[in-house]
């Protein structure tokens, strides 16, 4: 094999990690947000019956505690932490497409293509991820990206054919 062959399957193993990680990072992300936005709907529902229930019972103490509700429900409202967690949820699907994309380039159909055919798809991957790196929600939280690593290390998405 050529030396210009064995670069592009480095650049596709590249393309592959990066896409790996990136799609890890939004996972993790985006579950955080989706839990972060089951507790902002859940928590006023639950104070709001709660506050009924004590109002209804003729403890007017209760009364203002609505307003706690509401104020959590604003939160929700501007913060839109379901929202977040669909965009991050919708990058890593776009990232594992691009990992699989990457790794079949080089594992299966390099083969039957030429070397400029391979380049230029190689080159079509990196601009895509780079493309997708602009577009996507940012991953600058740095508890994700460590437990991303530490998810990694461990293996957890190589296939089991691949471990024998």
Not at 89 to 95: E, G, I, M, N, W
Not at 122 to 140: C, G, H, M, S, W
């Amino acid at each position: 094999m050529s030396e210009k062959i064995n670069s592009l399957i480095n650049e596709c193993k590249q393309i592959k990690e990066d896409s790996e990680f990136t799609a890890e990072v939004h996972h993790i992300i985006s579950r955080k947000l989706s839990q972060k936005s089951f507790w902002f709907k859940f928590i006023p529902a639950l104070v709001t019956v709660v506050s009924a229930y004590k109002v209804i019972s003729g403890n007017s103490a209760w009364a203002w505690i609505p307003m706690i509700s509401g104020l959590i429900t604003v939160l929700n409202i501007f913060l839109e932490p379901g929202k977040e967690a669909k965009e991050h949820l919708f990058s890593a699907k776009q990232f594992i497409v691009l990992k699989h994309e990457a790794r079949s380039l080089w594992e299966s159909f390099k083969d039957f293509m030429n070397e400029e055919e391979f380049y230029h798809n190689v080159r079509r991957l990196r601009e895509k991820y780079n493309f997708l790196v602009q577009i996507v929600p940012a991953t600058d939280d740095k508890k994700a990206v460590a437990e991303a690593q530490k998810n990694l290390k461990t293996g957890i998405h190589i296939a089991d054919f691949r471990l024998k």
